[in-house]
């Protein structure tokens, strides 16, 4: 089946340091993929829709400038949280659509992503 | 009014019972459905899509109204295994996804 590799898995980082956040899909084609944000004990919170070879669509109330995404071929996004802070830690998820029957979507492992 | 409402539960049931989660969401137009299954710290999985007819996959079976718009998620003989949390997701206009807050199941031995 459809497999999305998430980099790293785990992550601490200094205050003020910007982190990169691999997503890849291994074994299909992704024009689309889309990164999400986590908090303890809450649902899943989309932060941006990223489109292969032009610019990711953001939702409202997230910061363009601070989570930088690049989606430069069809096998791989990137989320870069620049300049990080305490309350950017959290659980970040990336998942693409793969085109089976059932038109599921994909999930990558997740980054747990910890600002000290 | 949330895009999607679920029961955040907990839904505390013993071994082989039947239990039943329902989601609503708001956008008439939104156009597929899907159950997923997300263990603690873990990412979510895939459980079934929600077709209009119904479909079933072994001891789940998933709805959806649209009518009433709300999708439901019906779990028969469950196992001490199906304790998780079941996220209800809504995909709308231009691929758009929209998760529910999840119901929270825990099986009791």
């Known amino acids: 089946g459809a497999v999305v590799s998430q980099h790293p898995s785990w992550v601490i980082c200094k205050s003020g340091t910007s982190v990169k956040i691999e997503c890849r899909s291994l074994d299909f084609q992704a024009t689309t993929m889309f990164w999400y944000r986590q908090f303890p004990k809450q649902s899943l919170m989309l932060m941006a829709t990223s489109n292969e070879g032009s610019k990711a669509t953001y939702e409202q109330g997230v910061e363009k400038d601070k989570f930088l995404i690049n989606h430069a071929s069809l096998t791989l996004s990137t989320l870069t949280v620049t300049s990080a802070h305490p309350e950017d830690s959290s659980f970040y998820i990336c998942?693409?659509?793969?085109?089976?029957?059932?038109?599921?979507?994909?999930f990558g492992s997740g980054t747990r992503l910890t600002v000290v | 009014r949330k895009e999607v409402e679920q029961d955040p539960g907990p839904f505390n049931v013993p071994e082989g019972a039947t239990v039943a989660f329902n989601c609503t969401y708001s956008?008439?137009?939104?156009?597929?459905f899907f159950w997923y299954r997300q263990d603690c710290r873990k990412e979510p999985k895939l459980l079934m899509s929600?077709?209009?007819s119904g479909n079933e996959d072994g001891r789940f079976t998933a709805q959806l109204n649209r009518a009433s718009q709300y999708i439901s998620l019906l779990i028969r003989d469950s196992k001490l295994s199906d304790s998780a949390t079941y996220l209800c997701v809504v995909r709308g206009g231009y691929q758009k996804v929209t998760f529910g807050t999840g119901t929270k199941l825990q099986v009791i031995p």
């Open positions: 929600v077709y209009s």
């Open positions: 998942s693409a659509r793969e085109m089976t029957a059932n038109y599921g979507y994909t």
């Open positions: 956008n008439s137009a939104s156009q597929s």
